[in-house]
């Protein structure tokens, strides 16, 4: 067992700010999933909203910072009113990725979306929560009835001329291919080609829900010196994003919950070094892998 005493964490440089993540609806979500390490839900106020105000306050600071992505999450950023001026103000900068877990897209939406999208020179891209490709094993952790609507706000977006990734947690750590095989099955049924951008798979956070529900990470369970040897630490969230919330700048986007992932007030002050110390970053050194942003280098 590794005593405490005397232990030093290794830690990661914020090396570039490329990602910007902004948690537009707090902890507000209208599903109650098993798994989700923030425990969102609709009644969980815990965190408030983002207004276009504090949004424009916080990416004017890094103005002059050349953003790749901005990713809008919680809970469900479509719960945020005034989510649409929000995109467009977002897509003026650069990228956006929304994190969503698609309920809320009827066909109607993803028509008026798609056009947000042509006003502007940037992309606009679906990440949509689905943890399985049956029905049973999503909606297991989802809740009943969640994979029919969420597969219906994919298939809209689709019909529209997106091309959105789903993101599943590996919940039942199932063999990785197989899992994705078994999602480009599913989506090769709607109207395109998916390829291996569009399933990105993320290893459990033992956190929020998943630790009421299921486990906790053992005590053991932290980052090592020995232990990210053989990991490409480069490629862990924290050296390339932030995220800004309404209670301050965070390291990444599972450390909401940690007192130790509060990193700054403002983005430009949030600080570069950050020690790998809380049980979750065990799940970046055993994924070895960026585990929240899109995975262009495939
Ligand atoms: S995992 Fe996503 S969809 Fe599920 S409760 Fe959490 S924020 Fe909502
Ligand atoms: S959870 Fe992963 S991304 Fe977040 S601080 Fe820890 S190592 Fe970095």
């Given at each position: 067992m590794l005593t405490q005493l005397n232990f030093q964490a290794p830690s990661t440089e914020?090396?570039?700010?490329?990602n910007i993540w902004l948690l537009v609806s707090g902890f507000t979500c209208n599903l109650k999933c098993r798994h989700c390490y923030l425990s969102c839900s609709q009644t969980n106020k815990t965190r408030g909203f983002l207004n276009l105000d504090k949004i424009k306050t916080a990416l004017n600071g890094v103005k002059n910072t050349p953003i790749e992505e901005i990713y809008l999450y919680g809970g469900?950023?479509?719960?945020?009113?005034d989510i649409n001026n929000i995109i467009r103000h977002c897509l003026k900068i650069t990228n956006v990725t929304i994190v969503t877990n698609?309920?809320?897209?009827n066909d109607k939406k993803a028509r008026f979306l798609r056009q947000i999208e042509q006003d502007h020179d940037y992309e606009l891209i679906f990440r949509i929560s689905l943890d399985h490709y049956t029905e049973a094993k999503n909606d297991e952790i989802r809740g009943k009835g969640s994979f029919k609507k969420i597969m219906s706000g994919v298939e809209n977006l689709v019909n529209h001329g997106f091309n959105p990734i789903i993101s599943a947690v590996n919940i039942w750590n199932e063999d990785e291919n197989s899992l994705k095989e078994g999602f480009l099955t599913l989506l090769s049924k709607l109207d395109f080609q998916p390829t291996d951008i569009n399933v990105k798979i993320i290893p459990v956070i033992k956190a929020g829900e998943y630790e009421k529900n299921y486990s906790s990470y053992e005590e053991d369970d932290i980052v090592t010196k020995e232990g990210v040897?053989?990991?490409?630490?480069?490629?862990?969230?924290c050296t390339n994003s932030r995220v800004v919330t309404d209670t301050g700048i965070y390291v990444c986007p599972a450390l909401l919950n940690d007192p130790r992932g509060k990193v700054g007030n403002t983005l430009s002050e949030s600080s570069k070094k950050f020690y790998l110390e809380p049980n979750i970053c065990y799940s970046c050194q055993t994924g070895n892998r960026n585990m929240f942003t899109n995975n262009w280098n495939l």
């Open positions: 914020l090396k570039k700010l490329s469900e950023p479509f719960l945020n009113r698609g309920t809320l897209i040897k053989n990991c490409n630490i480069n490629l862990f969230d």
